[in-house]
């Protein structure tokens, strides 16, 4: 599996925007880039994912590299509830498919 | 709509006991996978079932199995449990093998003593 880097703890300060990167220099045509986020005591929530273009939903934005070696998580306005880790994920589109988690990134959000 | 529901929540068993735990998808999801959270190896992949078939499997001794039935529901069962299956056992459904997102359940805790 292509596999993801990203820092491993980042800070943002509550109703600031926060941009979460993501590397993921060995990416194939047909991988998907897949954000979860992790609360404390819950299982992963789907964030957004995306193929080639920039997406935008309810939750987020997701910026992705013109070469798609990197991608970033945009959160437009951080809130406390948003403190989680954020895993930042390749999907492949084969048949043998796989959530493959790393470590994350750790974010807090200050009041 | 209902999400995906896990049970049970917790769960306290003997070394060397099995263990089955179930889940049900979200109403319409044809795709379950399972995950095994614990502290030092953090979320790893287990299996996935689609359509009442395996599909994909993880790096997992055989003592992990699991079933999907016709209605989409599926079980994971751990036999000879050791000390080191203690962990929150994740159980994620999707409608479209992932293509469009997981949504996961908020798991079972096992504790093996």
């Known amino acids: 599996d292509a596999k993801t880097t990203q820092p491993n703890s980042m800070e943002s300060n509550e109703e600031e925007p926060v941009h979460l990167p993501c590397n993921h220099s060995?990416?194939?045509?047909?991988?998907?880039i897949h954000w979860y986020r992790q609360l404390p005591s819950q299982g992963p929530e789907y964030v957004i994912h995306?193929?080639?273009s920039n997406v935008n939903n309810r939750m987020a934005s997701l910026a992705i590299a013109e070469d798609r070696k990197s991608s970033t998580l945009i959160l437009h306005r951080a809130t406390l509830r948003d403190a989680a880790v954020y895993y930042c994920?390749?999907?492949?589109?084969?048949?043998?498919?796989?959530?493959?988690f790393g470590s994350g990134t750790q974010l807090t959000v200050l009041p | 709509k209902a999400g995906v529901t896990q049970t049970p929540r917790y769960l306290i068993k003997t070394r060397g006991q099995q263990v089955t735990l179930s889940c049900s998808p979200i109403s319409g999801h044809r795709s379950v996978s399972w995950y095994q959270q614990t502290p030092g190896q953090g979320l790893q992949f287990l299996f996935e079932y689609f359509s009442e078939t395996q599909r994909n499997k993880g790096n997992f001794p055989g003592r992990f199995s699991g079933r999907q039935f016709s209605n989409s529901r599926s079980e994971m069962n751990v036999s000879t449990l050791e000390l080191g299956d203690s962990a929150l056992y994740l159980c994620?459904?999707?409608?479209?093998?992932?293509?469009?997102?997981?949504?996961f359940g908020s798991g079972t805790r096992l504790t093996v003593v």
């Open positions: 994620a459904s999707s409608l479209d093998r992932g293509a469009g997102g997981y949504t």
């Open positions: 994920i390749l999907l492949s589109s084969g048949s043998a498919r796989q959530l493959t």
């Open positions: 995306g193929l080639t």
């Open positions: 060995t990416i194939s045509g047909t991988d998907y």
